[in-house]
């Protein structure tokens, strides 16, 4: 029986889609049912970035790991090629509310990310976006969330180190294994050190953006006289600070590198580091907003909301960048190249609630995950 978008029917009926002889595979928050006639994913009412579920009012997403099979079905034979020349089964989407179905249509395929064969993460948007009321069925808002906070803040110019220690241990969770008792070298300065022992716990600050590299590859990685110890994520400039035998108690000057010509950033490595996991924070964070506008305009809106951060700009060399903090929120700024007086503002939230005081602001989102 053809279902209409925002039937509630029985979970037999939104299956029937996928036509006879269906095989049913689970994926965190959903299930993703394989047909001759089409491809049906049910998944849980709810708001976890970790597992599948509606993201926002155009997109769903399906979150690995996916068995072969519906890595086939949904990105084809190999990674990131067409099922096939024509257009291939529908997908439907239902969300599972209470112990019926919300039926949200036929959906089609975005962005799809694989390891090795197995499909990781699949971006399928709804078409055309859901309303309000419908987000707030599937999507149910999360009240009470426990957000990072700012103590942080006030150690910035003093106690950078201590700064960063409380970020990170606010921001992110525990996932390694126990600290490791191996001393690191003596030409790695105490800062960059203090930032290694706090990696062991939390390996994710490493960078998943731009990368700080690892004690065992720093030997190995030097412009002359000079040390890297970070790189950008498609190599095109890495950071390094001069190489000592000893290092001792100094807190060196950090350079930005490109096209071999080394220009010195603003803030010494004790406050790089925090600035590099700030940046990290806001790039990686699992909800974004971004606005490009006058900086008359939009700076005394974000600072209703949010603390400037005391330190000079990050990546100053090539697009400087200055931050601002909240509760659960890093929003970073850079003035726009091509227009005069405006800037660039992208902001990385620790969950979604920490976003929605910005949905209520005059601002035009370009892209608003609140």
């Known amino acids: 029986m053809p279902l209409t978008r925002m039937d509630m029917v029985d979970e037999d009926a939104v299956l029937d889609l996928a036509g006879p002889d269906v095989c049913v595979f689970p994926v965190p928050g959903a299930v993703v049912a394989l047909g001759e006639s089409g491809t049906v994913i049910i998944a849980e009412a709810g708001d976890d970035a970790a597992i599948s579920g509606v993201w926002n009012d155009e997109q769903f997403l399906l979150i690995g790991p996916a068995p072969q099979p519906v890595s086939a079905r949904l990105m084809g034979p190999m990674p990131f090629t067409a099922v096939e020349k024509g257009p291939g089964p529908p997908i439907h989407l239902a969300i599972r509310v209470d112990v019926r179905c919300l039926y949200l249509g036929v959906v089609q395929v975005g962005m799809c990310k694989a390891t090795e064969d197995e499909l990781s993460l699949c971006r399928l948007w709804i078409e055309p976006p859901l309303s309000r009321e419908t987000l707030a069925v599937v999507r149910p808002p999360v009240h009470g969330a426990v957000l990072p906070g700012l103590q942080w803040l006030q150690y910035v110019e003093d106690d950078p180190r201590h ?15 126990a600290p490791s008792s191996s001393p690191v070298p003596k030409f790695v300065p105490p800062a960059l050190a203090h930032f290694y022992r706090l990696a062991e716990r939390r390996p ?25 110890f970070a790189v950008e994520n498609q190599g095109g400039w890495d950071w390094s600070i001069p190489w000592q035998p000893d290092a001792g108690d100094i807190d060196p000057a950090v350079a930005l590198t490109t096209q071999d010509v080394p220009v010195p950033e603003q803030e010494p490595l004790s406050r790089f580091l925090l600035q590099f996991s700030l940046h990290e924070a806001a790039v990686t964070a699992p909800y974004q907003a971004g ?31 200055t931050f601002l903090a909240g509760p659960g929120v890093i929003a970073q700024v850079s003035s726009s190249r091509r227009h005069p007086g405006a800037v660039t503002v992208g902001i990385g939230a620790h969950h979604r609630s920490a976003l929605q005081p910005f949905g209520r602001l005059d601002i035009e989102w370009r892209g608003f995950d609140g």
Do not use: C
């Open 291 to 321: 606005v490009r506008g006058p900086a008359e305009q939009l700076m005394p809106l974000l600072e209703s909301l949010l603390q400037r951060v005391p330190l000079l700009p990050f990546m100053s060399p090539i697009v400087p960048k």
């Open 163 to 177: 700064a960063l220690e409380l970020f990170v241990t606010g921001w992110y969770t525990e996932s390694g294994p």
């Open 204 to 228: 994710d600050i490493l960078g998943q953006q731009n990368f700080i590299e690892p004690p065992a590859d720093l030997a190995s990685r030097s412009h002359g006289e000079r040390m890297v």
